[in-house]
């Protein structure tokens, strides 16, 4: 089992900044690849940005591209979104997930078996 949990969300002036964390516990965080998701109401799930085990990899939604930045830090089970230029569609609750995705799948949902309870984030207009 992964126990994870977010922190940093909040309420954000659109073209502001925010970053979100992940704590993971339980088995070897650096054997999971890492992701964000979110889900703003009415809307499905969707792929926010994912990391491979080593950081060799990330991968970003074309909605985050250029202003959001995932990152890891192993020693520290810690997973992070850094979120700059915040636009309104970015709000949602935003989940940090663990799994080992299939190659090329890394943005469907139903790949990553441990999930957050998600963290707010909001952004006014």
């Known amino acids: 089992q992964v126990q994870l949990v977010e922190s940093g969300g909040g309420l954000v002036q659109a073209g502001g900044s925010l970053g979100l964390s992940c704590v993971a516990s339980g088995r070897t965080f650096s054997g999971y690849h890492m992701a964000w998701f979110r889900q703003s109401p009415g809307k499905e799930r969707e792929f926010v940005a994912a990391?491979?085990?080593?950081?060799?990899?990330?991968y970003y939604a074309d909605s985050v591209k250029g202003r959001f930045t995932i990152s890891r830090d192993n020693a520290k089970n810690t997973v992070y979104l850094q979120m700059n230029s915040l636009k309104p569609e970015d709000t949602a609750v935003y989940y940090c997930?663990?799994?080992?995705?299939?190659?090329?799948?890394?943005?469907?949902?139903?790949?990553?078996?441990?999930w957050g309870q998600g963290t707010q984030v909001t952004v006014s207009s």
């Open positions: 990391i491979s085990w080593n950081s060799g990899t990330t």
């Open positions: 997930v663990a799994g080992r995705p299939y190659s090329g799948s890394y943005y469907l949902t139903h790949q990553y078996g441990y």
